[in-house]
């Protein structure tokens, strides 16, 4: 009887998320953020089942989030929205990386932010999160300190294991928009030097150049 019970809750909780977020996708603004409950509420109903009902108002996300963009408008109030799937799941990926550009895409980058480091925090050895929340404050930002922010990310996604030599690139690149210059000539010298890739280091020598930097030795010149 409990378990019946307890699905019973886990299919109401689904039909509330859907209902939810049918709403906001209706009125918009019009809905204030706490119709969408708080994760320790949840969180009771749904013991050993948090990842489902995280599924569940994923689902129901996806489905206000493509109608946003079927019908040319911003997702209003996800944050809450988010903030509750990845409380109850929080090493779910595709929720941070679909709510993150959604929340971009909105205007809202400091939620996205934070959001991200919700993730990594969750998820700190996977060089993906922080190299997606570069790009997230790279792609959506236009101010200085969101590029500082993006470099930051990129140079976080470097140091991890794994990480492709492309966050070494955007980290220098980020530097450089933001007139970091010391920062940016020094991880330019590194990719010159250590980039397996013949194009980075073309383009690490040119930068170089251009700034009147002398190009470093490489090891086969000394």
Known sequence: MRTLRRLGLLAALWGLAWGALQVHARLLDAV????????????????????????????????????????RRKVRQAAPVLELITD???????????GTLALGDAGQLEAADALWHKA????????????QAGMTMFLFGDQPDQYLR??????RAASLPGAPPEARFMEGRMYQVTERRALAIALWRDIYLHDPRPTSRDVAARTLQAWGVPLPKTPRQR
């Open 120 to 131: 990594v925090a969750a998820n700190n050895r996977r060089w993906q999160l922080p190299y």
């Open 88 to 98: 109850l799941d929080p090493h779910f990926e595709g929720a941070y990386v679909l």
């Open 150 to 155: 993006a470099a930051r990310w990129f140079g």
């Open 32 to 71: 204030p953020p706490m119709s969408i409950p708080l994760a320790r509420a949840v969180k009771r109903v749904a013991t050993g089942f948090d990842n489902v009902v995280a599924d569940g108002y994923f689902l129901a996300f996806i489905h206000h989030f493509g109608g946003s963009l079927r019908e």
